[in-house]
């Protein structure tokens, strides 16, 4: 009997490494079937597999996944303010609800730092999103049809989908095709990176392209490579020109000016959304001072559903309403939806973060490692740009960035195990 329990118990030791690649594996057809948004059941679906598989394991295992890193502390405080903040919220049911999302979102981001721990592992992570960004581009652009639509979409719902996804993996494939060794795989990312640029270009956001210059200089600038640099300064000078000769300042008969275009090309000029997010922001300034504390909930669409449901509202002529429309601004949505505190903690997980990932960079050993930490960094900061004109950190957007985030902890040997009871009954 003995015998037959000693053999049972090597079958179940031999099956764990097996569990941990059906996990591994789960988790890559998650991430890879991410900016299929247009098929929302099989984001849901594949969440709720890969939670029953993570709730098997650790009973499995009697221990838990979540391994130690820098950001811990902010990220934990972050989420335990929004999770006080809902007793508090305009629409508690709703925030419960958005709030569930944010919970995903950490535990994938948890999930992904813990079984690609591997640097061979999350080498295949990183191939993986480049080659889906590869798919989506290509999807875009062959479906692109001109003039109508007149902005990229591929598989994402719309254009600031699409852009802000473009933003996050355009300087991971610029950075890959710096540092990449092999000719053919340094050809690869090049290719990856023109059409990615060409994505970019294609979704016509003005925000997107602000934020793809930004992370142009910024790998230029921290690679330090006077390749990089020439390729900057001539992609500068040549929007510079090319702007010169499309596009025009026309003086209107009233006085005022508009931006037109010299050519037949359909390019976004007008300044009404602008003047629209100058007149978001200034509601939300003096709201945010209603509700310094806890702010009015936390949930995208908090504040369409509070101020939209109120009718009086004046709309000077040439603007628009500012109060069925989200708040344009990453910092601002934040604090007003779950208030001062809550800004103040997501402003430190920030800083945490991008001390981490620069640290790494700086004593990142070999190539591939710091291609990824710089492509990472940079795309958080084109990131940040991109989200201080449209706050499109939701969704499957939001879990793509914790991927990210995980990516570059485990490439930069950020993290380490916690001494829990599992870890200590392993060890003996």
């Known amino acids: 009997m003995s015998g037959f329990a000693l053999a049972a118990s090597k079958q179940l030791k031999s099956f764990r490494p097996s569990f941990d690649q059906i996990l591994r594996g789960a988790l890559l057809l998650y991430i890879a079937f991410l900016p299929l948004t247009s098929i929302h059941f099989v984001e849901r679906i594949g969440f709720l597999v890969l939670l029953a ?20 502390m902010p990220l934990g405080m972050f989420v335990l303010w929004v999770g006080l903040t809902i007793p508090f919220a305009s629409f508690p049911g709703y925030s419960l609800g958005e709030y569930g999302k944010l919970i995903k979102q950490v535990l994938i981001f948890y999930a992904v730092l813990y079984f690609f721990q591997e640097k061979k592992k999350w080498g295949q992570l990183v191939r ?16 692109y049809k001109h003039p109508d639509p007149l902005t990229m979409t591929s598989f ?15 300087p991971l494939c610029i950075a890959l095709a710096l540092y990449e060794d092999s000719p053919w795989a340094k050809r690869a990312y090049m290719a990856c990176t023109l059409l990615v640029t060409c994505g970019l270009l294609l979704t016509q ?39 010169l000769f499309t596009i025009r300042v026309a003086i209107l008969p009233t006085g005022s000016w508009q931006v037109e275009s010299r050519t037949t090309m359909p390019l976004k000029l007008e300044a009404s959304s602008m003047a629209h997010r100058l007149d978001i922001w200034a509601f939300l300034l003096r709201e945010i001072g209603q509700h310094p504390i806890v702010g009015i909930g936390y949930g995208k669409e908090t504040i369409s559903k509070l101020f939209g449901q109120t009718l009086e509202e004046t709309i000077l002529p040439g ?17 007003v939806h779950v208030g001062i505190p809550g800004l103040l903690l997501f402003i430190w997980l920030a800083v945490c973060l991008g001390k981490t990932i620069m ?27 991109r989200l201080m004109f449209d706050q499109m950190l939701v969704g499957v957007l939001a879990i793509l960035f914790w991927i990210l985030v995980a990516i570059a902890m485990l490439a930069s040997g950020s993290y380490r195990p916690c001494a829990d009871r599992g870890d200590v009954e392993e060890t003996a």
């Open 128 to 143: 993986l999103i480049v080659g889906v960004g590869l798919i989506v581009c290509l999807y875009g652009v062959a479906n």
């Open 156 to 170: 994402l719902p719309a254009e600031v989908w699409l852009s802000t996804y473009l933003v996050m993996m355009l």
């Open 359 to 385: 640290t790494a960079f700086r004593q990142a050993s070999d190539g591939f490692t710091r291609a990824v930490v710089l492509g990472v960094g940079v795309g958080m900061c084109g990131l940040a740009v």
């Open 319 to 335: 603007h628009s309403s500012v109060r069925f429309h989200g708040a344009h601004n990453l910092l601002l949505e934040i604090t």
């Open 205 to 243: 956001s003005r925000a997107s392209l602000l934020a793809a210059f930004t992370e142009l200089w910024g790998v230029a600038v921290l690679a330090q490579k006077r390749a990089m640099i020439t390729v900057a300064g001539a992609t500068t000078m040549l929007a510079l020109v090319l702007a």
């Open 53 to 72: 598989l993570l709730v098997v394991w650790c009973v499995w295992h009697r221990r838990h996944f979540f391994l130690r890193t820098p950001i811990d």
